[in-house]
């Protein structure tokens, strides 16, 4: 079974940093994977799909990477802004999709 | 605009009164299914939907009924609900394994 790990739970940057998060998975055959934004309480907001046969993908200040072998993903965060704030949820997609338990950015002012 | 449309946005319930939410896509995708999110939990999935008439448990069925008898639709039905049911449900929609998820804005739904 498919387990999703996400690294760190929780992160706090001041306004302008750069940063970086981590996503896991244990089974490498993969069909995508997508990152998500949740504010709290609302709905899940996709940011970025990677196809399997893909590296990276880009939009705007994110970035995100995928290297299927050893099961890593990371999205990446240029210039961060306080509207950054939000839970960041990485999910994979083989013959289901799972979910990592996100985590918790905090971009102050 | 595609989306996916849950309603209602919030419901406040008794316990063991039969309730069903809504969910309809526009994107004629064949993938549907449901997640309940809690804290320290995460996103679990309920059932799932491959297409017309075909429907699977995902990994917290106990206690769910789903229908999906049209393609654009796939209702999640509470028959007697308990309050450890309480939760934010999500719906989501795919059209395929290829491709991404769009997901509805939720149903927070409080079992009294």
Redesign the interface.
């Known amino acids: 079974k498919q387990e999703v790990t996400q690294i760190p739970a929780a992160l706090s940057v001041p306004e302008g940093e750069n940063l970086v998060l981590n996503c896991s998975f244990t089974d490498s055959a993969i069909?995508?994977l997508?990152w998500?934004r949740q504010d709290p309480?609302?709905?899940?907001t996709?940011l970025l799909?990677i196809?399997s046969s893909q590296r990276e993908q880009t939009s705007g200040r994110l970035n995100a990477s995928l290297d299927k072998s050893s099961g890593r993903s990371t999205l990446y965060i240029a210039a961060s802004q306080p509207g950054d704030s939000a839970t960041y949820?990485c999910?994979v997609?083989?013959?289901?999709?799972r979910?990592?338990?996100?985590t918790r950015l905090t971009v102050k002012p | 605009e595609a989306q996916v449309t849950q309603n209602p946005r919030y419901l406040i319930t008794v316990t063991g009164k039969k309730l069903t939410v809504t969910c309809s896509q526009n994107m004629n995708h064949e993938y549907m299914s449901w997640y309940r999110q809690d804290p320290g939990l995460g996103l679990r999935q309920i059932y799932y939907s491959m297409n017309v008439e075909v429907t699977d448990k995902g990994d917290v069925p106990e206690g769910y009924k789903v229908s999906r008898k049209e393609k654009r639709n796939f209702p999640l039905i509470l028959e007697s609900p308990s309050p450890n049911q309480t939760s934010l449900y999500f719906c989501a929609s795919s059209d395929g394994q290829y491709y991404g998820y769009t997901f509805g804005s939720g149903t927070r739904l409080t079992v009294v």
């Open positions: 069909y995508n997508q998500f309480g609302k709905g899940l996709s799909l196809q949820l999910a997609i083989d013959n289901d999709m979910f990592g338990a996100g």
